[in-house]
Structures are given as structure tokens and as C-alpha cells.
């Protein structure tokens, strides 16, 4: 069983197929969390899927767009772009889990 799997809603990874991907994740300075969510505001992106991982903390919280959880999939239908914003960081235990799961169904949905 995979420890980390990517939910869609409202889209089909058929209509990801040749998107751009960016992403940024919490860390010193705040820059990659940050910039990512300006894009995602500014551009009025649409939530399209979340991030599930093992040990997933059970943490949600208002944003300017609703209920946000801890790890989001946003589409850009303009300009093709998927984003991940990341609100936490996933537990240490699983960054290596985290990207792993996250590149191969990134490979799979690109195919």
C-alpha cells in the first residue's frame, strides 16, 4: 500500500495530462510556501484534489478561498499549471515517502 496518495475532485487526471507542476514546501524564510500561495491566489486557481499521507495531521483552517488541509492540488485551466500547496511540512518520517508517492503518481498521471 502506498503511504502517500493524491485525491482529485472535480477533475480527472486525463485533463492534467501535459500541465506544469509547481510546488514549494514551509521552510527558512518561508519563500517556497509563500510564493506558491501567492500564485494560487492571484491566479484564482480552483482546488482540485489534496495530498493523503499515513500519518497526515489533523489539522484543517480557514483561508481566502474556504477549508484548507494540510497538503492541496490546485489547477490553473488557462495555463495548464498544477500546484501543490503545501500548508505544513509532512512529519520528518515521511518526507521520503511524501515525494516518493507524490513523483510516481506525478509519472503515472503525465503518461
Known amino acids: ?28 524564510g518561508e519563500v517556497g510556501y509563500l510564493s506558491v500561495r ?10 482540485v484534489g489534496f495530498v493523503i499521507t499515513k500519518y497526515l495531521r489533523d489539522v484543517t483552517f480557514l483561508d481566502e478561498y474556504g477549508v484548507a488541509t494540510p497538503f492541496e492540488l ?18 520528518q518520517r515521511e518526507w521520503s515517502s511524501f515525494a516518493h508517492g507524490l513523483v510516481k503518481w506525478l509519472k503515472k498521471s503525465s503518461s
Request: hydrophobic letters at 45%; proline letters at 2%; zero cysteines.
Open 1 to 28: 500500500m502506498e503511504d502517500t496518495k493524491v485525491v482529485l475532485k472535480d477533475i480527472t487526471e486525463d485533463e492534467l495530462r501535459n500541465s506544469r507542476f509547481i510546488s514549494g514546501f514551509r521552510t527558512l
Open 38 to 47: 501567492h500564485v494560487v491566489l492571484s491566479r484564482k486557481m480552483r482546488r
Open 74 to 91: 490546485f489547477y490553473d485551466d488557462e495555463f495548464k499549471v498544477l500546484v501543490l500547496l503545501n500548508h505544513l511540512l509532512p512529519f
